[in-house]
């Protein structure tokens, strides 16, 4: 399997798309961890850090934080600017996540560089129970609760990425073109991919960029089985190109229709009174305490959940 994972249990919410199970079998043989190899074989470009000031947080990751019932307090959010882009990510991680801000920064860095313009914030909590995670696909937000699969991690980021770009490509998964790719297929990926053609398109996307960067032989190394999922993982290669490919000499553009960050807001009036909130009013503080709605479900159709059980 493409994710470390026993079961999923997921939901969808994307206009115009049936959640029923999609009705091809497995790949055979299975295919094993991709993860780490795609890992080694990406890049993390030099990068800078700077640590916000405790006090303030983008509003996205306040309500994120709020939502999964986590304290505001407990976030930590990080300026990251990679040497192939001269405009900065923000991303939010809860203090106690599994997942070290050196391995978070190496893992979003080695996305590359034109798919991670896809990315607007990246938030990561721990998890209650098992790791799951969703995307927020029309602005580009996309969370991880738990460990990421450890080594296998690689392949969830940018599968989480994958629902933000199937989203700016005209909803891709939901095209005439990508349901031809899937005909002409006589299997699917997994049992995550079988869920829903969005994730079905994550899927493949993961597979593509495998297949892309994983030079010479690709999935044809790993899977002798791979013209059974062909039709579809070609499809993505076609349409995303060299977003998906290693090129250490491509920037990024950040220009895809997602804005760069979200409103910069107070953590809560601890960190309001203690003056740790410089320019945000009180008001400011009110409308990020009553209003999540705005920035969390005000495009629901965009809302790619899933929760996966080890």
């Given at each position: 399997?493409?994710?470390?994972?026993?079961?999923?249990v997921?939901g969808?919410?994307?206009?115009?798309?049936a959640?029923?199970?999609?009705?091809?079998?497995?790949?055979?043989?299975?295919?094993?961890?991709?993860?780490?190899?795609?890992?080694?074989?990406?890049?993390?470009?030099?990068?800078?850090?700077i640590?916000?000031?405790?006090?303030?947080?983008?509003?996205?990751?306040?309500?994120?934080?709020?939502?999964?019932?986590?304290?505001?307090?407990?976030?930590?959010v990080?300026d990251?600017?990679?040497?192939?882009?001269?405009?900065?990510?923000?991303?939010?991680?809860?203090?106690?996540?599994?997942?070290?801000?050196?391995?978070?920064?190496?893992?979003?860095?080695?996305?590359?560089?034109?798919?991670?313009?896809?990315?607007?914030?990246?938030?990561?909590?721990?998890?209650r129970?098992?790791?799951?995670a969703?995307?927020?696909?029309?602005?580009?937000?996309?969370?991880?609760?738990?460990?990421?699969?450890?080594a296998?991690?690689q392949?969830?980021?940018?599968?989480?990425?994958?629902?933000?770009?199937?989203?700016?490509?005209?909803?891709?998964?939901?095209?005439?073109?990508?349901?031809?790719?899937?005909?002409?297929?006589?299997?699917?990926?997994?049992?995550?991919?079988?869920?829903?053609?969005?994730?079905?398109?994550a899927?493949?996307?993961?597979?593509?960029?495998y297949?892309?960067?994983?030079?010479?032989?690709g999935?044809?190394?790993?899977?002798?089985?791979?013209?059974?999922?062909?039709?579809?993982?070609?499809?993505?290669?076609?349409?995303?190109?060299?977003?998906?490919?290693?090129?250490?000499?491509?920037?990024?553009?950040?220009?895809?229709?997602?804005?760069?960050?979200?409103?910069?807001?107070?953590?809560?009036?601890?960190?309001?009174?203690?003056?740790?909130?410089?320019?945000?009013?009180?008001?400011?503080?009110?409308?990020?305490?009553?209003?999540?709605?705005?920035?969390?479900?005000?495009?629901?159709?965009a809302?790619?959940?899933?929760?996966?059980?080890h």
């Amino acid at each position: 399997m493409l994710f470390n994972t026993a079961q999923l249990v997921a939901g969808l919410l994307l206009a115009g798309q049936a959640t029923a199970q999609l009705n091809k079998p497995l790949i055979n043989p299975p295919f094993g961890d991709l993860g780490p190899v795609l890992q080694s074989r990406l890049r993390t470009p030099q990068y800078t850090v700077i640590k916000w000031p405790w006090g303030l947080i983008p509003l996205r990751c306040r309500a994120v934080a709020d939502q999964e019932d986590y304290t505001p307090y407990d976030i930590e959010v990080y300026d990251v600017t990679y040497s192939d882009c001269p405009t900065k990510w923000v991303l939010c991680r809860h203090n106690q996540s599994p997942t070290s801000p050196a391995q978070f920064f190496d893992r979003v860095g080695r996305l590359p560089v034109g798919f991670r313009d896809y990315l607007r914030h990246f938030i990561l909590l721990p998890s209650r129970g098992a790791t799951h995670a969703y995307t927020y696909s029309d602005l580009g937000d996309a969370v991880i609760l738990g460990d990421g699969h450890g080594a296998n991690a690689q392949t969830l980021y940018v599968h989480e990425i994958a629902h933000t770009v199937d989203w700016h490509h005209n909803r891709a998964s939901t095209t005439q073109g990508w349901l031809n790719a899937f005909n002409a297929a006589s299997a699917v990926s997994d049992d995550y991919a079988r869920r829903n053609q969005a994730e079905n398109f994550a899927q493949e996307t993961v597979i593509a960029m495998y297949d892309s960067v994983v030079t010479p032989n690709g999935i044809t190394g790993v899977n002798g089985g791979w013209q059974q999922i062909a039709p579809m993982y070609q499809y993505i290669k076609s349409l995303l190109g060299d977003k998906i490919r290693r090129i250490d000499s491509r920037v990024c553009t950040r220009n895809v229709g997602i804005p760069l960050w979200d409103t910069t807001v107070c953590m809560g009036p601890a960190a309001r009174d203690s003056g740790n909130c410089p320019g945000v009013s009180a008001r400011d503080l009110d409308t990020a305490e009553g209003d999540n709605n705005v920035t969390i479900a005000g495009n629901p159709e965009a809302l790619v959940k899933c929760k996966l059980n080890h």
